[in-house]
């Protein structure tokens, strides 16, 4: 091989299935996360896109953290009845999420095909470089189905845990979105619903014509 000629591995369809699932999972993962912000923010799903949509992974999670973070360190009891148990299942969501994404995800879709060639044959391998203190260090390895179905597993099971967690926490939501939207219409949120009707006139629109008073025609006697 020329040592200018760009060097693609041989296809090996198990594992690139497996990739590609692996990679599917996460577009999914990804999608509950951003759904879990728009919740977090009070915000409807289009404004929350606007905050997300062209955010990292890592500072998806430090948001969802921080939004989340405020909203039980408050003092509306409306976010009460998200338990202590709750909580401490939410950090560990996040935290599990954050490494999910440096160990598997970062590696899986930005590490590059190489070729080690060894005294048996060829070899591919994927590498991933990073370039931190102390130098540049790279780090390789060679792709299985079994170990890629392992790490899509993983991924489909947070992507169920965000969606519980999403789940719970609806409720409590939904009440502080009312609560924003009663106060700013200046009322108290367990204050009732009393619509009123008022119609006025406009001006300098032309009074209306009365009609005609009809005649009675008197009736003939026979």
Request: glycine share 6%; charged share 30%; aromatic share 6%.
């Amino acid at each position: 091989m020329a040592g200018d000629e760009p060097y693609l591995p041989a296809g090996d369809v198990k594992v690139e299935r497996a990739i590609g699932r692996f990679i599917i999972a996460w577009g999914a993962l990804e999608r509950e996360i951003d759904s879990a912000i728009h919740d977090l923010l009070l915000a409807k799903s289009s404004t929350g896109m606007i905050v997300t949509a062209n955010l990292a992974m890592r500072a998806k999670l430090d948001l969802v953290h921080a939004l989340f973070e405020q909203l039980r360190r408050g003092e509306d009891a409306i976010w009460r009845p998200i338990s202590t148990e709750w909580e401490q299942r939410v950090d560990r969501l996040i935290n599990m999420t954050a490494k999910a994404n440096a160990d598997a995800r970062v590696p899986i879709v930005h590490s590059q095909p190489l070729v080690m060639r060894f005294e048996d044959g060829d070899r591919p391998v994927w590498m991933r470089a990073a370039a931190r203190k102390g130098g540049w260090r790279g780090f390789a390895v060679t792709y299985t189905k079994a170990y890629l179905d392992e790490q899509t597993a993983m991924v489909v099971d947070l992507v169920r845990e965000w969606a519980a967690a999403r789940d719970h926490w609806q409720p409590a939501v939904n009440a502080l979105r009312s609560a924003g939207a009663d106060e700013w219409l200046g009322r108290a949120p367990d204050e009732q619903d009393h619509p009123t009707l008022q119609i006025q006139s406009s001006r300098g629109l032309p009074k209306a014509t009365p009609k005609p008073k009809r005649q009675k025609t008197p009736k003939r006697r026979a």
